[in-house]
């Protein structure tokens, strides 16, 4: 049985009045109120989070209510988790009652979030921010969710799916000129192709991918595909070349380090800032470990 929160009833509360009471534009405005605190929070909560993909994610949107004091990753990732329920049934209300802006904003925003153990909620409220992205006809919101959703599909190995919904991702951002959703969905499908022992193709894709990202002056993004192609190599047992891979400038590692450090832990996100020599990781284990630490964008 799920237990609700009082101020999760007390909203409740508050909107079956104003369905009742309160004449259509009042309530409207009163809900997309509580909807614009809900994209306000998560956008506050992922600043904490992931700082260094701020740009990757969509501005922030003022809320009349104030948001919650969320002053550290610790704080930022309760909020997120005590919400989550919240936020799916905001997606699926906002999905299906004439907010769809609400709904693309919503999963793009805590879109990393979710990739670290929500695959379950991300892919249901991919769904809806797909059905949305549909109803309004935003072509780049829907590319975004396409390979957000291939995102929660590798996650939990089912690959075909994954490289499908990249695919289609591609198509349309190369239809819309979407550079920035073109570069993710390359990436990501580099990753899919990784870590089923597709080398070449993971090569292929993170390479085009890299390139996309230094065109558009992300670092952040480049310095992904970097630590992503050095996984590849060392899960064929080329050590120089991850290494060299793997020994980017200092700037765009600090970069990659401040978008990873809060969710990934020091440890995974410092891995991918070093170099790696074959005295340090040999064998089966640090191919294992390359699988696993393939970075999704």
């Given at each position: 049985?799920?237990?609700?929160s ?13 369905a ?8 409207y405005?009163?809900?997309t109120g ?14 904490c ?6 740009h ?21 990732r ?13 997606a ?11 709904t693309?904003?919503l ?6 979030f979710?990739?670290?153990?929500h695959d379950?909620?991300?892919?249901t409220i991919?769904?809806h ?8 006809g935003?072509r780049?919101?829907r ?6 959703t291939?995102?929660?599909h590798?996650?939990q190995?089912?690959y075909?799916l994954?490289?499908?919904?990249h ?6 951002a190369?239809d819309?000129g ?64 991850a290494?060299?891979?793997r020994?980017?400038?200092g ?16 440890v ?11 005295s340090?990781h040999a064998?089966k ?10 970075r999704?964008s």
């Amino acid at each position: 049985m799920i237990e609700l929160s009082p101020d999760l009833l007390l909203r409740a509360y508050a909107a079956g009045l104003a369905a009742a009471y309160d004449p259509d534009q009042a309530r409207y405005a009163a809900l997309t109120g509580l909807f614009d605190y809900y994209l306000a929070g998560c956008a506050a909560a992922m600043d904490c989070l992931a700082p260094a993909e701020r740009h990757h994610r969509p501005s922030a949107l003022s809320a009349t209510a104030a948001i919650p004091e969320l002053g550290d990753p610790a704080a930022a990732r309760a909020w997120l988790d005590a919400e989550l329920a919240t936020l799916v049934a905001v997606a699926a209300y906002t999905a299906s009652n004439g907010w769809s802006g609400h709904t693309t904003r919503l999963a793009a925003t805590i879109h990393r979030f979710l990739t670290y153990g929500h695959d379950t909620e991300g892919l249901t409220i991919c769904g809806h921010a797909l059905n949305a992205a549909r109803d309004c006809g935003d072509r780049a919101a829907r590319a975004h969710v396409l390979t957000n959703t291939g995102a929660f599909h590798a996650n939990q190995s089912r690959y075909q799916l994954a490289a499908d919904h990249h695919h289609q991702a591609l198509t349309l951002a190369r239809d819309i000129g979407d550079k920035l959703v073109q570069a993710r969905a390359l990436g990501n499908l580099g990753v899919v192709h990784a870590r089923q022992g597709g080398y070449q193709q993971a090569t292929d894709h993170l390479r085009q991918a890299f390139g996309l990202y230094h065109e558009l002056g992300d670092q952040l993004g480049e310095v992904i595909q970097l630590v992503n192609l050095g996984h590849v190599y060392l899960q064929q047992g080329k050590y120089e070349q991850a290494a060299t891979a793997r020994r980017t400038p200092g700037r765009p590692c600090r970069l990659g380090w401040l978008a990873l450090g809060s969710i990934d832990g020091p440890v995974s996100a410092g891995t991918g800032c070093v170099g790696v020599s074959s005295s340090e990781h040999a064998g089966k284990g640090a191919a294992d470990e390359a699988v696993s630490s393939s970075r999704i964008s």
